[in-house]
């Protein structure tokens, strides 16, 4: 329980179903506390506060405590920080080796359904509950994940890593209803959060300055450097690499007479390339640390759709497995903006197959 009216709503239906629900409040850090804790983390975070506004605050922990006091369910606050150090230090150490992270899959994969998971096992309990707009079911005599009901909430993306057997202990509630229609639920339950804003940070980064993050938490890991066109010529200088992602458009602090884009970067050489449009567009990508939900396809591709980022909608590809931990997804029609570091997710329909991170785009 996050304390938002997902997860809250959550609680309430599986109680409802007739469920023994225990409402669980993952503790990361909160506004003013230190996240710094040397024997689990690599990079310093003394200086780094969770966000008002994100979904581990103090606040937080209040209003999921007053919706299990509501529905008469006991309620724990588990200590998660020292295990939160790993999710920061993934997401400082994929940006300073040029890559753009995803914290949120990470969070799902280690935190709610990795510790949480083990906890729920020492307390006997069945199933791991969660406020996703996601769906599990039964599909083939096999568990499958789906996508929700509510496609613009859908967040099947960011559980793909759940592993197979987990699967079966996972509970997702809301993943059958519209947002509209959960908030509805929490109103007519009087549930005190029926009108809290959705979170739309990252908790550690609340005031979304992620090179301002990685600098004072790895200090001597930003430089200034050049920023070159597609042709190699130097147009301008730039902070640090990391102030970039690939496709960003604004705030390049260059001018070519033409819109230009982020096209490259090179973390080796602390470079960041900018050119056009046309030079985002990608026919095919790479991708590593691979998790199916179905049995690989290694002899031949597979057709279905691929979501290249969360926000994405997924489009038409094949997708084949090509050796151990690594898939290979080529797209019907060229794709903008690939970023390696990102996830890429394919689907049958409303099914995750499975999915990977991205390594390499594959340029036209």
Known sequence: MSGGVDSSVAAALLKDDGYEVVGCFMRLGSPGESLNDPAAQSCDTSKMKIGHQGCCSINDAKDAELVAAKLDIPFYVLNFKKDFGRIIDYFVGEYNA??????????????????????????????????????????????????????????????????????????????????????KIAQEMSLPVFNKPDSQEICFVPDMDYAGLIKRTTPGDVHAGKVVDVDGNEVGEHEGHQHFTIGQRRGVGVALGYPIYVVDKDA?????????????????????????????????????????????????????????????????????????????????????????????????
């Not at 050796?323 to 990102?342: C, I, K, M, S, Y």
């Open 268 to 364: 080796e050489t602390n470079t960041v390339t900018v050119g056009p449009r046309e030079r985002l567009a990608a026919s095919a990508c790479e991708a590593d640390q691979t998790n199916w939900l179905i049995d690989p396809p290694v002899d031949a591709p597979l057709r279905c759709t691929a979501k290249i980022r969360y926000n994405a909608e997924p489009v038409p590809a094949h997708v084949r497995a090509t050796g151990e931990g690594a898939l290979r997804v080529t797209f019907d029609e060229p794709q903008f903006a690939v970023a390696p570091g990102q996830a890429v997710v394919c689907y049958d329909g409303e099914r995750v197959l499975g999915g990977g991170w991205i390594t390499r785009a594959e340029q036209l």
């Open 98 to 183: 040029g890559r753009t992270p995803n914290p949120c899959v990470r969070c799902n994969d280690w935190l709610k359904f990795g510790k949480l998971a083990d906890y729920a096992r020492s307390i006997d309990a069945e199933w791991v509950a969660t406020g996703h707009y996601a769906r599990t079911d039964t599909v083939d005599g096999t568990r499958a994940l789906l996508r929700g009901v509510d496609h613009t909430k859908d967040q099947s993306y960011v559980l793909f890593g759940s592993p197979l057997d987990e699967l079966t202990h996972m509970m997702l509630p809301v993943g059958r209803y519209t947002k509209d229609e959960i908030r």
